[in-house]
């Protein structure tokens, strides 16, 4: 058998590891000052790739900061998914995402800053956090556990209220988040028809352990 990958491959997974350095050297900039005026020479060097590779990537900057908050959203999706893995009630979904994001301030500050800084516009992205909210309300709705009417409309209540709470993190750093998590989770939850006893009792359930 051969000892290396075929010269395609090398190359396949060097485009990838270039375009991921990119990525990533994108991704700190967003979450360091939001600044996406930074000159593609300072985005190169900070990826430690060359100039030239850059537009191998993509046609613009605009293009790579796109690129860099959907890795981010899809990142913080994944990060639900994967602790949040054999919870099949709606309700308690949409609480624990609650509670997890206040927690991943001080986890997961880059991701959280992005979502900080440019989760707004993607409150209704067909990637990321917002195709997982959409499909658990959904799932609510479809269930009868939830009454709202219109997954669009709660999926936009849900997203300004989580990215109000992400803000109150950075702004509050000496507020309890865990505690303004699951108050504002109540809060939701009886804005998406839960009953108020139950939603209280279901923003309060323990967190799954992490993977």
């Known amino acids: 058998m051969p000892t290396s990958a075929p010269p395609s491959n090398r190359f396949e997974r060097r485009r990838a590891e270039t375009r991921g350095a990119l990525v990533r050297a994108a991704r700190q900039i967003l979450a360091e000052t939001g600044d996406t005026g930074a000159s593609i020479q300072a985005i190169a060097e900070r990826a430690d790739v060359g100039f030239g590779s850059f537009y191998n990537h993509f046609e613009s900057k605009t293009e790579l900061f796109e690129a860099a908050v959907v890795d981010a959203m899809e990142e913080f999706g994944q990060a639900f998914d994967d602790q949040l893995t054999g919870i099949d009630d709606s309700a308690e979904l949409v609480a624990a995402g609650f509670r997890l994001s206040a927690r991943m301030a001080d986890s997961h500050p880059e991701l959280m800053q992005i979502l900080r800084r440019r989760g707004l516009a993607h409150i209704h992205s067909d990637n990321g956090l917002a195709r997982r909210a959409l499909r658990d309300l959904q799932a609510g709705m479809d269930s009868g556990r939830f009454t709202a009417r219109d997954p669009a409309v709660a999926l936009s209540a849900l997203g300004g209220t989580l990215l109000s709470l992400v803000e ?17 989770a109540e809060m939701v939850l009886r804005m998406l028809g839960v009953p108020p006893d139950d939603a209280q009792e279901v923003a309060r359930r323990p967190l799954p352990e992490p993977n």
């Open 168 to 184: 109150l993190r950075f702004a509050r750093p000496d507020l309890d988040g865990d505690e303004a998590a699951v108050n504002l």
